[in-house]
């Protein structure tokens, strides 16, 4: 059996909150985490169209049903969400989402003679998926903000110290997230100070989310 590959042309949605225009203040490209829609999780950074910043929200390429074809039978429920990658031809999968985030980048600042600053954010697993693609230097990003989720343990740090400096590295949590326990944080940590000396570690209290007033004093 010979494994082969295909390319071929492929549409994907995202979404844009408030408007890109020479007077935009920053730009910040926010990359869901496994399991959710960009649609809804758009949502929660709606607040920051107030401080002028337009925000593009990408959707992971892979969607599926969140509960299994008997919990679904049962249940009736029809919940989907979305996957930046899995462990199942990651680097493909890699690939194709930098495509991506770049083609949506370029697609909405291509008008503009002066694009503003520039913030990725991560949340969850798409912490992984942003450092990715900035590590692929196809756009000037002036801060990473890593929110409840990890630096990949596979990047060149090398290079990631490199590129990062004199960039802001920002790591966000909330004090009751099941997923950021004390072995976690400290690997959360223990990374990001492999790419920067002084990255910035912010705490508020809740869960595993996005939380209003700490999106807005980042803005």
Same mark, same amino acid.
């Given at each position: 059996?010979?494994?082969?590959?295909?390319?071929?042309?492929?549409?994907?949605?995202?979404?844009?909150?408030?408007?890109?225009?020479?007077?935009?203040?920053?730009?910040?490209?926010?990359?869901?985490?496994?399991?959710?829609?960009?649609?809804?999780?758009?949502?929660?950074?709606?607040?920051?169209?107030?401080?002028?910043?337009?925000?593009?929200?990408?959707?992971?390429?892979?969607?599926?049903?969140?509960?299994?074809?008997?919990?679904?039978?049962?249940?009736?429920?029809?919940?989907?969400?979305?996957?930046?990658?899995?462990?199942?031809?990651?680097?493909?999968?890699?690939?194709?989402?930098?495509?991506? !985030?770049?083609?949506?980048? *370029?697609?909405?600042?291509? &008008?503009?003679?002066?694009? /503003?600053? %520039? #913030?990725?954010?991560? $949340?969850?697993?798409?912490?992984?998926?942003?450092?990715?693609?900035?590590?692929?230097?196809?756009?000037?990003?002036?801060?990473?903000?890593?929110?409840?989720?990890?630096?990949?343990?596979?990047?060149?740090?090398?290079?990631?110290?490199? !590129?990062?400096?004199?960039? *802001?590295?920002?790591?966000? &949590?909330?004090?009751?997230? /099941?997923? %950021? #326990?004390?072995?976690? $944080?400290?690997?959360?940590?223990?990374?990001?100070?492999?790419?920067?000396?002084?990255?910035?570690?912010?705490?508020?209290?809740?869960?595993?989310?996005?939380?209003?007033?700490?999106?807005?004093?980042?803005?």
């Amino acid at each position: 059996m010979q494994e082969c590959t295909a390319s071929f042309s492929f549409q994907a949605r995202y979404y844009r909150l408030g408007h890109l225009t020479p007077d935009t203040r920053q730009v910040w490209i926010a990359l869901h985490g496994y399991g959710q829609l960009a649609q809804y999780f758009a949502r929660k950074l709606e607040p920051l169209t107030h401080q002028n910043i337009c925000v593009l929200v990408p959707e992971g390429l892979s969607r599926f049903y969140l509960e299994d074809v008997q919990s679904r039978s049962q249940g009736g429920s029809q919940r989907v969400g979305a996957s930046w990658m899995t462990r199942e031809n990651r680097l493909m999968d890699i690939h194709n989402y930098i495509c991506y !985030l770049d083609t949506v980048f *370029q697609n909405e600042t291509r &008008h503009l003679e002066h694009v /503003p600053p %520039v #913030t990725v954010l991560g $949340f969850s697993q798409g912490a992984a998926t942003a450092t990715r693609w900035v590590m692929h230097q196809s756009v000037a990003v002036s801060r990473l903000i890593l929110w409840a989720g990890l630096l990949p343990h596979d990047m060149d740090f090398d290079k990631g110290r490199k !590129l990062f400096a004199g960039k *802001q590295v920002v790591h966000v &949590h909330g004090t009751d997230d /099941p997923f %950021v #326990t004390d072995s976690r $944080f400290a690997e959360m940590k223990e990374l990001a100070h492999r790419i920067s000396d002084a990255p910035t570690v912010i705490r508020f209290e809740g869960k595993h989310e996005l939380h209003e007033a700490t999106l807005l004093s980042l803005g």
